[in-house]
């Protein structure tokens, strides 16, 4: 629903249709798992990767292989 409101989707990065390996990937391993084991520190490594890199891309989003893009 947030995707939605932000006018935002998330695409694998080689251009495929996302599968749920990637999902689980993405948000259960990249972002809870890791999150919780480091403490929070991956949440805060995450937001600063987003703010400083160029393709906007979360430490979640390296590990599951996908990028967040625009939908217009």
């Known amino acids: 629903m947030g995707k939605k409101i932000g006018n935002i989707k998330v695409e694998s990065l ?3 249709r996302l599968t749920l390996k990637n999902m689980v990937t993405r948000e259960f391993i990249g972002f809870y798992l890791i999150g919780i084991l480091s403490l929070g520190i991956a949440y805060m490594v995450s937001m600063i990767m987003i703010a400083v890199r160029e393709d906007g891309k979360g430490l ?8 967040v893009t625009e939908v217009n």
């Open 14 to 16: 080689h251009g495929e």
């Open 60 to 67: 979640h989003d390296l590990i599951g292989g996908t990028s």
